[in-house]
């Protein structure tokens, strides 16, 4: 029986190194099959996160000879045997420890996605919507959140200073999914132009290139957000609706009464009406 070469990459947020591990081939074997017998036959504090193994729960990301994968949807006789296979945890994200990474950044730009806004129902309460508009997002929906094509984007894997200011493509579609949902009410768009950094995208597919579900995130997610986009920003009649839907939008509260209040005529102001004074003085 043959044998295979594993270099892991053990170590932690101080540094480390690859080392490398020597153990029999079998046949039908995945990645993250061959992790797990080095983990119980030669290194048992090896650190690897895993849970489905199915390729729907995107836990096993990492770098197989240097490309983002996950490894239990990598199978053993698809790479070079004759040759080391080398193992890397996802180098856009700090080390914990081996081959786990810390992802927690990709949970707070979570947090900054406005959520779904429906309208009100129809009479009879119930919504409706379009078969094509609902197709056209059914796609974004596969996304398990393996983070691979945050971890191949070269936006923030060459550029950690960026990751303040970019959302990065996983969540790129998850706007896609928001925005192009057909009884979605709020309007994100300036929102990924200024604080999300769709601008910094250049489309070089290598996002999609990764993506373990197949979603095309470059051609009908980020594209189509960039023009959307762009109409916001520059579109001189929508500039206008928008400009006509302020004036018409109410006010909340506390804006009112200070509009109201500058507003109101000095005359009124010193006329001794009570309304006036109480005017005066709340200013």
């Known amino acids: 029986m043959s044998e295979i070469i594993m270099r892991l990459w053990r170590g932690d947020a101080n540094g480390g190194s690859f080392q490398e591990y020597r153990v029999p081939a079998q046949e039908g074997e995945v990645v993250l099959d061959v992790v797990h017998r ?15 193994k199915a390729g729907k729960c995107g836990s096993c990301s990492a770098e197989v000879n240097g490309k983002p994968r996950l490894m239990c949807m990598t199978r053993m006789a698809e790479l070079p045997l004759d040759q080391p296979i080398t193992i890397a945890p996802m180098r856009t994200f700090p080390i914990m420890k081996d081959l786990v990474t810390d992802v927690r950044f990709n949970f707070e730009v979570a947090k900054r996605v406005p959520p779904f806004a429906p309208p009100p129902r129809q009479p009879d309460g ?9 197709d056209r997002a059914q796609e974004f929906h596969k996304c398990i959140e393996c983070f691979l094509c ?16 970019y959302a990065g493509p996983r969540f790129f579609v998850r706007f896609a999914e928001l925005e192009m949902h057909p009884l979605d009410t709020n309007d994100r768009r300036l929102l990924l132009k200024e604080r999300m950094g769709l601008g910094m995208c250049n489309i070089t597919k290598c996002c999609t290139e990764v993506c373990p579900e197949e979603i095309h995130i470059t051609d ?19 500039f206008i609706i928008r400009k006509i839907a ?19 005529p000095l005359s009124e102001l010193a006329d001794g009406h009570g309304d006036a004074k109480k005017a005066k003085a709340k200013a």
């Not at 983990?39 to 489905?52: E, I, K, M, S, Y």
């Not at 119930?126 to 609902?134: A, G, L, N, P, S």
Request: net charge negative.
């Open 126 to 134: 119930t919504y409706r919507m379009f078969q094509e508009d609902i």
């Open 38 to 52: 080095i983990q119980a036959t030669q290194a048992g504090d090896l650190a690897v996160r895993w849970n489905c």
């Open 150 to 165: 945050q971890d191949v984007c070269h936006v923030i894997r060459d550029h950690e200073e960026n990751k303040a200011r």
């Open 220 to 238: 009908n997610a980020i594209i189509p957000l960039k023009e959307r986009a762009v109409d916001a920003t520059y579109d001189p009649l929508a």
């Open 246 to 264: 302020r004036r018409k939008r109410p006010l909340p509260a506390e804006e009112a009464q200070a509009s109201a209040i500058v507003t109101t």
